[in-house]
Nanobody, 115 residues
Framework: QAQLAESGGGLVQPGGSLRLSCGLSGVSFVVNAMGWYRQAPGKQRELVATMRRGAGTSYADSVKGRFTISRDNGKNTVYLQMNNLKPDDTGLYFC?????????WGKGTQVTVSA
């Protein structure tokens, strides 16, 4: 059974950094796309960053220049390096993997940015 698992969330002060990690298990292929979404309290889930094979990376405008998404070559693992964190970055961060109509989601890892 396919399963996505995230880790690396936590409480950090404004201006601090965190690195999120995510791995997909239970599949026999390398997925085409992996990415990160987040949902703040009372708000809709939004795209943070994605990586697609052959199409590069994309970021939400609010995180450009501060966040970096990366993948291990040939593996179903993805990372999100988050620098200069702001209180507005607070939320539940979800990992996503997409391949040929298959859509996998993790349970989320909480990121809280507060002094």
């Amino acid at each position: 059974q396919a399963q996505l698992a995230e880790s690396g969330g936590g409480l950090v002060q404004p201006g601090g950094s965190l690195r999120l990690s995510c791995g997909l298990s239970g599949v026999s292929f390398v997925v085409n796309a992996m990415g990160w979404y987040r949902q703040a309290p009372g708000k809709q889930r939004e795209l943070v960053a994605t990586m697609r094979r052959g199409a590069g990376t994309s970021y939400a405008d609010s995180v450009k220049g501060r966040f970096t998404i990366s993948r291990d070559n040939g593996k179903n693992t993805v990372y999100l390096q988050m620098n200069n964190l702001k209180p507005d970055d607070t939320g539940l961060y979800f990992c996503n993997a997409f391949h040929g109509g298959l859509d996998f989601w993790g349970k989320g890892t909480q990121v809280t940015v507060s002094a």
